[in-house]
């Protein structure tokens, strides 16, 4: 008789119809076998730990997605991704760390942790492969100067602007390149903007 009670069968007369439809009302043992265990390799959510972050910036910076397969590789790949993207906003010395995944009721749990650091701001400023009063013009016609918080498209802005400023003397055999090296001590940036040909 329970087992009978624990499988009742519920008849509804549909409105107008006329019909007869049988519906099922599992036990409760049935009800919890419904519910599928938490794959522990498959992401369910992505975060970003830390202070002040672009979090809508930095979640299209990293491939991994929820639904994905965990991928330590990719991980990595992906906290690279986050640094890089908070150096072009001038965080010259971001660390970015794939914390341990944490395995919850929906899968795991990926979260970075994120240290952006100060901004650095421009230490000095050399342009080599020219003699010293021209590169002392073309330091003038630059954009940036020392003092100046400095990002990745600052860099990219003043070397096509001293192409141009190269070309338009004439000088369209060279070609300018930018290094920037950190002082991480003084949280200066040095920027070098060589004139090649």
Known sequence: MRALLAKTMVVAILAGAGAVAWRHLPSQPEAA??????????VASVTFAGDDLPVQTLREAVATRPGDRVDPAQLARDAEAVRLLLVERGHWAAEVTP????????????????????????????????????????????????????????????????????????????????????????????????VAR
Not at 33 to 42: F, R, S
Not at 151 to 167: G, K, P, S
């Open 33 to 42: 076998a419904a519910v599928p265990a938490a794959d522990p390799t498959i």
């Open 99 to 194: 914390a341990p995944v944490e395995v919850g009721l929906h899968g795991a749990h990926v979260a970075f942790a994120i240290r952006p650091g100060d901004g650095y701001r421009v230490g000095e400023i050399t342009i080599e492969g020219v003699r010293a009063p021209r590169a002392e013009l073309l330091r003038a016609s630059l954009t940036v100067a020392v003092g100046d918080l400095l990002t990745a498209a600052t860099v990219a802005r003043n070397t096509a602007l001293l192409d141009e400023v190269l070309a338009r003397q004439g000088d369209r055999a060279a070609e300018v390149t930018a290094t920037v090296t950190a002082d991480p001590a003084r949280r200066t940036l040095a920027l070098v903007l060589r």
